[in-house]
């Protein structure tokens, strides 16, 4: 879900080619990327949450200053903060949805869609509760890039259907430019926030090969895809930094 959507515009509006590929590799030799169970780190992401969506009004004052919800603890959910030089920049909840595990807000939020494909034995990475600090942005348009390479490495690994992307439907430019998104639904309420939100689906295969082809930011190894989710989030007891290993491909390159 896009909770930024100033970056999103920015991010979507940035050239597409060489020169956005050398920024994004070399942004990222500054990031990590932290699988996030509990402690100060989860009060931190779930503070940035509240304060981004407050901001852009998809939700009303909080008591606790702290923005989580029902599926957050899922045994298939996996909570992310972004950190660029230390500092928490952005965060991304996921979860991987399949007729085993068939939670998530966007099946609760969309049953007519999705019902009756995971029963067919459709998969899918379910990305929610996108929220970032754009003051501390490293650069213009930058954190939807960075944040949300955090599907592609799941889509790397999984292999699913597709990945669902629940967004506000004056956001979705970012998301069809960049990933060929495509809208399932009209904008009603979700769960959780204040705005209309419309359902987008990003179609894997080989439109993931042409993705990573065009965005070679997104590829991961499979150690760092086996380290973000081999096993559920929830079943770590302490956060786990992860450090993005495109830098690998393009120095093979």
């Not at 230390?86 to 049953?111: F, K, M, N, Q, W």
């Not at 459709?122 to 509760?129: A, K, M, Q, Y």
């Not at 009603?188 to 990003?202: D, H, R, S």
């Not at 993931?208 to 380290?227: G, I």
Request: hydrophobic fraction near 40%.
């Amino acid at each position: 879900m896009d909770a930024a959507g100033n970056d999103a515009q920015a991010g979507a509006g940035a050239n597409a080619g060489s020169a956005l590929n050398r920024s994004i590799m070399q942004l990222l030799e500054h990031v990590d990327y932290r699988l996030i169970t509990g402690g100060e780190d989860l009060e931190a992401i779930y503070r940035l949450r509240y304060q981004s969506y407050l901001r852009s009004g998809m939700c009303g004052p909080i008591a606790s200053g702290m923005f989580e919800d029902r599926w957050d603890n899922l045994p298939n959910s996996y909570r992310f903060g972004v950190y660029f030089d230390g500092h928490l920049v952005s965060t991304l909840r996921l979860h991987y949805i399949s007729s085993e595990h068939p939670y998530s807000p966007s099946v609760d939020a969309y049953p007519e869609i999705l019902a009756e494909r995971l029963a067919r034995g459709e998969t899918f990475i379910d990305g929610t509760r996108f929220a970032t600090d754009s003051d501390s942005a490293p650069a213009p348009g930058v954190l939807p890039f960075l944040t949300l390479r955090l599907g592609m490495v799941a889509s790397s690994y999984f292999g699913q259907t597709a990945v669902l992307t629940p967004v506000k439907v004056e956001h979705s430019a970012y998301y069809t430019r960049i990933f060929h998104a495509v809208q399932r639904t009209e904008g009603k309420v979700f769960p959780g926030v204040l705005a209309p939100i419309a359902l987008f689906e990003i179609p894997c295969g080989e439109n993931l090969r042409q993705t990573l082809e065009r965005f070679p930011f997104f590829k991961s190894t499979p150690v760092e895809q086996r380290m973000m989710f081999a096993n559920p989030a929830i079943n770590r007891l302490t956060p786990l930094s992860i450090v993005p290993t495109a830098k690998y491909y393009r120095d093979a390159a």
